[in-house]
């Protein structure tokens, strides 16, 4: 769109936001949870709590002023589901498991004074039914 500014951010990116502790989780899936996320690159291990950290900080939160603001974040599943795990303030390891179809849109508003609020949640509504729910497994999709 024109006058709108596109900015590329690493925090916006693709990588594990938090990797839980073995304590955290359910006990009957800690060890298949904790073996798929080691399968992961070690720098996506590793550096991904920081960048977590970084996106909370830039993406969240009401901001200074009057004026309303509203920003469209592109990212990965992953990201999401740690932003919006952060929004319903739930457990750092709840971000596993909250999972969004590709190009599916969720809204999260902050206003002062309020808890963050979940508007919207992996709506698809705007993609023709074909390409609705692609990413997620087909017993997923409705």
Known sequence: LAGVPLLRS???????PYLPRREEL???SAAETLARLAGF???????GPGLAREAVA???GTVEGDEPRHELLVTH???AGWLVRAA????DWRWLGINHANAALTV?????????A????NDTGHLPAELRWTGLPPELHI
């Open 10 to 16: 690493e925090p916006a990116g693709d990588y594990i």
């Open 26 to 28: 359910p006990a009957e």
């Open 41 to 47: 690159p070690a720098a996506e291990r590793e550096q």
């Open 58 to 60: 830039r993406f969240t």
């Open 77 to 79: 599943n992953f990201l």
């Open 88 to 91: 319903l303030d739930a457990p």
């Open 108 to 116: 999260i508003r902050y206003a002062p004074g309020r808890p963050p």
């Open 118 to 121: 979940l508007l919207l949640f």
